[in-house]
């Protein structure tokens, strides 16, 4: 009997976003049309499933990625490609919360989750305009510069180079108005997102994988050698599952949809930039994300497009029309920008957590699932694509950075819609008042 059963459409194609017109090409990822059998079966052909690949390949284990689409279809091929180092809470509570020993491990983990994102870029020659030029973290009042202070101080104590900024320094690094200061975290830096998944998925052929697109996952069912994964046109047979769908996750697996809350982040990008903006608009190359609780993050891209990006509508959307929180972001920051010509809109899923951490969860034996980075990816859903096959391949659950937990569906997720357009009229009216005051 099927364990989960989804109904996803095969080989959506790709939002006509910014990424999916100036991407490197992709390799050929052909459906999945036979029964195969191998190690590992990985569900979703993004940054989490196409890292799993790659690292468990490379560690000669006979790895299948199932993808509906293609890879990058998803998040990770729409994101602000942002590497951002870190996670959502600060190390001082995530070690009070899981202790010394743990806690330190996750902080150790995820601040060095970038130089995973840029040692692969460089072992595999990925051509993704990667740019490690830091991550700047801006704050749009007194509420923010007080988390960044304490961030700058926390992560100096463990030795990271983030240093912070005064209003004066941010204003400089980004050409934005309003700042009040901000921090300067040079381990992050920014790549163009869907270069970088093809280029992990061509990385993981080239090591031994199989990568199929336009394969949903369609059913589940327990075999006598560990699990069988059904498409429409094959199957494969495995030790191990993976399941690394984030905020795409259908019902193929029970309950993992309704572990995370997925929101839409909508991007727009303006035309190339004349040579005078790019002298005053981010002159050093920076990503930069403010402390709102709806936050606006912006970056250029290798042809000085200005890129805006904030929380969208609950649906996706191609309509500049909905995209006026994000034009109105730009022309708030950036009065410079007098007339912005706008030249792609796109939108995609955030996957959202209760304890604002990314989950590793191990649901069944031989079965196991990352997801729920909180707009924090690039890097993190990278790693945990290195962590999910280090673990298949047996490493010991104390030896992993994050908890290994089983899947706990967040209460109350049918009525998510009405709930996340309340939380985010009630936090913009915050952001309002706390910059109104500034
Ligand atoms: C607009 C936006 C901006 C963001 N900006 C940043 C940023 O600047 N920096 C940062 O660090 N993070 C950012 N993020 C978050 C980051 O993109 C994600 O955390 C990351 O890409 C998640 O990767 P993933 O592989 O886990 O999931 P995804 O990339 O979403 O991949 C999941 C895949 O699973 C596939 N799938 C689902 N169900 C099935 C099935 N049944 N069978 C087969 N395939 C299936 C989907 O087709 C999809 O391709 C952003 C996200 C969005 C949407």
Not at 67 to 78: D, F, K, L, T
Request: hydrophobic letters at 45%; a neutral charge.
């Amino acid at each position: 009997m099927a364990l989960g059963t989804a109904t996803r459409a095969t080989a959506a194609s790709l939002p006509n976003s910014l990424w999916a017109a100036t991407a490197a090409p992709g390799p050929e990822t052909p459906p999945l049309t036979a029964e195969v059998a191998a190690d590992l079966c990985i569900v979703g052909g993004g940054f989490t499933g196409l890292s799993a690949a790659l690292h468990a390949a490379q560690a000669g284990a006979r790895a299948v990625v199932l993808e509906a689409a293609e890879p990058g279809w998803g998040a990770s091929g729409r994101n602000g490609g942002q590497v951002i180092p870190g996670l959502k809470l600060e190390p001082d509570e995530i070690e009070a919360r899981f202790g010394p020993e743990l806690g330190g491990r996750m902080i150790a983990a995820a601040g060095a989750a970038p130089d995973l994102v840029f040692e692969l870029i460089e072992r595999h020659g990925i051509d993704c305009a990667a740019r490690r030029t830091g991550w700047i973290q801006a704050a749009h009042a007194a509420s923010g510069l007080r988390l960044v202070e304490d961030r700058v101080a926390q992560w100096s104590r463990r030795g990271a180079a983030v240093e912070p900024l005064d209003r004066a320094a941010v204003a400089e690094l980004t050409g934005a108005a309003g700042y009040v200061g901000g921090l300067l975290d040079r381990r992050g830096g920014n790549i163009q997102p869907l270069s970088y998944a093809r280029g992990l998925a061509r990385a993981a052929l080239d090591a031994g994988a199989a990568v199929h697109g336009g394969s949903p996952a369609i059913a589940v069912v327990k075999s006598t050698k560990g699990w069988r994964v059904v498409t429409p046109e094959g199957a494969v047979e495995s030790e191990q599952l993976l399941l690394c769908t984030n905020g795409y996750s259908d019902r193929l697996w029970p309950g993992l949809a309704r572990s995370v809350l997925p929101l839409q982040s909508y991007q727009a990008a303006t035309r190339p930039l004349s040579d005078n903006l790019r002298r005053s608009i981010l002159p050093g190359g920076q990503a930069c994300s403010d402390t709102r609780r709806l936050l606006a993050y912006f970056r250029l891209d290798a042809e000085g497009r200005l890129v805006v990006g904030g929380r969208g509508r609950a649906e996706e959307s191609d309509d500049p029309a909905d995209y006026r929180h994000v034009t109105e972001s730009l022309a708030r920051l950036f009065p410079q920008v007098a007339a912005p010509e706008w030249q792609y809109f796109w939108g995609g899923r955030v996957a959202l957590t209760a304890d604002h951490l990314p989950h590793l969860h191990e649901p069944a034996p031989g079965v196991l699932a990352g997801l729920g980075y909180n707009g924090r990816g690039v890097a993190m859903a990278t790693l945990m694509g290195k962590l999910l096959a280090e673990r298949a391949a047996g490493a010991p659950v104390g030896d992993l950075p994050f908890p290994v937990t089983g899947i706990r569906p967040l209460p109350l997720h049918g009525l998510r819609r009405p709930m996340i357009a309340f939380t985010v009229a009630w936090k913009r009216m915050l952001d309002g008042w706390e910059t109104w005051q500034r």
